[in-house]
């Protein structure tokens, strides 16, 4: 059973920092993507970053220069350091995991259930 579990979320005041963590299992991890997506209330579910199984990370504009994606392969774990946070990154964080196998042409695609990540003073 694949499990995506989220942890690191709450309360945190504008200009302040949190990491998030998604430890997963069930699969073998190093062969997946890890993203961390995110949905606000009445907005659609965006992508936040991204980093390959070998390491290469993507961001969104919005969060380029203030988030770090990292994961750690020993541990199965995907991380999101948020600095600067502002209060429009106020959502609910979801860790995904995703792989394509060419081979077979089949896509695997597993999320969590989330964490809420409220910025307010």
């Known amino acids: 059973q694949v499990q995506l ?12 920092s949190l990491r998030l963590s998604c430890a997963v299992s069930g699969i073998v991890f190093r062969n997946y993507a890890m993203g961390w997506y995110r949905q606000a209330p009445g907005n659609q579910r965006e992508l ?8 290469t ?6 969060v380029k220069g203030r988030f770090t994606i990292s994961r750690d392969n020993a541990r199965n774990t995907v991380y999101l350091q948020m600095t600067s946070v502002k209060p429009e990154d106020t959502a609910v964080y979801y860790c995904n995991a995703h792989l394509f196998v060419l081979a077979i042409k089949k896509e695997y695609d597993y999320w969590g259930q989330g964490t809420q990540v409220t910025v307010s003073s």
Request: proline share 4%; charged share 10%.
């Open 5 to 16: 579990v989220e942890s690191g979320g709450g309360l945190v005041q504008p200009g302040g």
């Open 48 to 55: 936040v970053a991204v980093i390959s199984s070998g390491g």
């Open 57 to 62: 990370t993507n961001y969104a504009d919005s």
